[in-house]
């Protein structure tokens, strides 16, 4: 069975202080793996993603996040919080199962909370 | 180049109604799939189509059903509703679905009273 697991489902930072989501999964395949953002009343929006290649991914906001194959995670960091990336985040990979049929999986959130 | 639109932002039912959703996707873009949102299980994928045709299911009963026009935009469907069916759902489009990364709409949020 394919999953993911975001460890945290709430984590409070303060303002500068360096982020880090958690996010493993559990694949027999090579997964692609990515993190969403959602800010209030909206949808979901791509942070990064990993496909193939360099296992250190940039993506918008300063947000970065590594792929560990050995570890099975992917877990996201900012070294500096600003105010403004208080959301919730989501963590997904898509596996290609045995019938062809891509799936994408989220994990359950977590959501950010910034101290000033 | 517009974003993914989903109307209506809001909406409030009762029980037993059915509603529909609507979606227009990025131009250009050929999968467009739906989820549901919910404090307690998070986001559960319900379906996608590709080039009209439904590609990929979830785990949902049959009274979700959904179906994708030639001009790619997306409706889906819920009948006889339940109050457990309140929740924010989200509709996203692709260009062609496999890895490439979803674009999401802002979500229509659905009340059954």
């Known amino acids: 069975a394919q999953s993911v697991t975001q460890l945290g489902s709430h984590v409070s930072v303060s303002e500068g202080a360096l982020v880090l989501l958690r996010c493993n999964y559990s694949?027999?395949?090579?997964?692609?793996l990515f993190w969403y953002v959602q800010y209030p009343n909206q949808g979901l929006q791509l942070l990064l993603k990993?496909?193939?290649?360099?296992?250190l991914v940039k993506g918008i906001n300063g947000f970065e996040a590594e792929f560990k194959k050995s570890e099975t995670s992917f877990h996201l960091t900012k070294p500096s919080a600003h105010m403004s990336d208080a959301a919730e985040y989501f963590c997904a990979v898509r596996i290609e199962d045995q019938t062809g049929a891509n799936n994408l999986f989220f994990g359950t959130g977590t959501r950010l909370t910034v101290i000033p | 180049k517009a974003g993914v639109t989903q109307t209506p932002r809001y909406l409030i039912k009762t029980r037993g109604q059915q509603v529909t959703l609507s979606c227009s996707p990025i131009?250009?873009?050929?999968?467009v799939s739906w989820y549901q949102q919910t404090p307690g299980q998070g986001l559960q994928f319900l379906f996608e189509y590709f080039s009209e045709t439904q590609r990929n299911k979830g785990n949902f009963p049959g009274r979700f059903s959904g179906r994708q026009f030639s001009n790619s935009r997306s409706e889906m469907n819920v009948s006889t509703l339940e109050l457990g069916d309140s929740a924010l759902y989200l509709c996203a489009s692709s260009l062609y679905g496999d890895n490439s990364p979803l674009h999401f709409g802002n979500g229509t949020r659905l009340t059954v009273t």
């Open positions: 990993y496909t193939t290649g360099a296992t």
């Open positions: 131009s250009g873009h050929r999968s």
């Open positions: 694949s027999s395949v090579p997964p692609y």
